[in-house]
């Protein structure tokens, strides 16, 4: 059985689906089209075996997408929705079933720009027909063992310098605002970009998120600790936007995740030594450089906004790299203290 998507016959005044060569009337007036995708999507997840055998892959990516949008946040459902468009456009006739570990991995050779997204995108695309499984929209998932390709450690550190040259290259203060932001609190670039007035708490001095990357899994608000910069900063940006988004680009309007990285791609045209320099760079520079002036590991994970210390250790200790400060370890590793 193969169910293409419903249409709207203007003649009948009513919305269709052809299965099995014979079309299905689904609802009535142009504008009942959720209500006919509905039952489509009822159809398809109800109907017989043989309905699963005509399940084309852009029909499950559009449950789960549906599905996504009530369960995610907007930054997660809109990586989803970026890959699992374009494997759909790049396939629009692919049956799931029919689906192949082959058309992932063509898909992505097909995108050789993609480079680091090439972990997001074939993780998009599993989770899809992982869950049409779990949902029962297919017996089997026929791409559970693509491999997602390992995730490069993101070695690119902003030395002190090198934050004053990007400050400098600048030009409006806005956007300086957000930098200064990453570079005093570690913050991934997602937080700066979504804090508000009202989670400003200035008098202790901190931030606090209840929406953040880990707050399904721990239950637990995202404290953020401000510097005496950040606390001027917070009071100034506060002062400005009283209510709604803190960091706010030139047009009054929230940074977006492309918008950042456009902006950094421009810095690191302008200045070839700052190569390699991402946003992120300030996360892995600020926690690193907490470890070399001996803040604790477990202090370090508490700033980042982890729930343990072992994304630090395997991601952000680069100590290592730092030999002054690994022989300073050592003599003091070496230094006995009298009983």
Not at 9 to 22: F, I, L, P
Not at 114 to 135: D, L, M, P, T, Y
Not at 197 to 213: D, F, M, P, S, T
Not at 303 to 320: D, E, F, P, Q, R
């Amino acid at each position: 059985m193969r169910a293409r998507k419903p249409w709207f016959r203007a003649s009948k005044n009513a919305w269709y689906v052809e299965v099995d060569g014979k079309q299905v009337r689904l609802a009535v007036g142009a504008e009942n089209e959720k209500a006919a995708f509905d039952a489509f999507y009822k159809m398809m997840a109800t109907g017989s075996p043989h309905v699963e055998k005509g399940l084309f892959v852009v029909t499950i990516g559009d449950l789960f997408l549906e599905y996504s949008s009530v369960n995610h946040s907007v930054s997660t459902y809109n990586t989803y929705r970026h890959f699992i468009q374009d494997f759909c456009t790049q396939y629009p006739r692919l049956l799931a079933l029919e689906t192949k570990p082959f058309h992932v991995s063509k898909w992505v050779e097909l995108r050789p720009k993609w480079k680091g997204a090439r972990w997001h995108a074939i993780a998009s695309i599993k989770r899809v027909f992982s869950w049409a499984e779990q949902e029962g929209l297919i017996s089997a998932n026929p791409i559970k063992n693509v491999k997602k390709p390992a995730i490069g450690r993101r070695e690119r550190l902003v030395s002190p310098a090198e934050r004053q040259q990007i400050l400098a290259a600048i030009s409006d203060q806005v956007f300086r605002d957000f930098v200064l932001g990453m570079q005093e609190t570690g913050c991934r670039p997602s937080e700066i970009a979504r804090v508000t007035a009202n989670e400003c708490n200035l008098e202790v001095g901190v931030w606090i998120l209840n929406k953040h990357k880990t707050s399904k899994k721990t239950g637990k608000p995202r404290v953020i600790y401000l510097t005496p910069t950040m606390v001027e900063l917070s009071t100034r940006l506060v002062a400005k936007n009283p209510t709604g988004v803190l960091f706010r680009n030139s047009r009054n309007q929230p940074f977006t995740k492309n918008a950042i990285r456009n902006r950094f791609r421009r810095i690191r045209e302008k200045h070839p030594n700052l190569a390699g320099v991402v946003s992120y760079s300030y996360r892995h520079s600020f926690a690193t450089e907490a470890l070399v002036n001996d803040v604790g590991i477990a202090q370090v994970a508490e700033l980042l906004g982890h729930t343990n210390t072992n994304m630090v250790s395997k991601h952000y200790g680069h100590l290592a790299d730092n030999v002054a400060h690994m022989r300073s370890a050592a003599l003091k590793a070496t230094q006995m203290k009298p009983i």
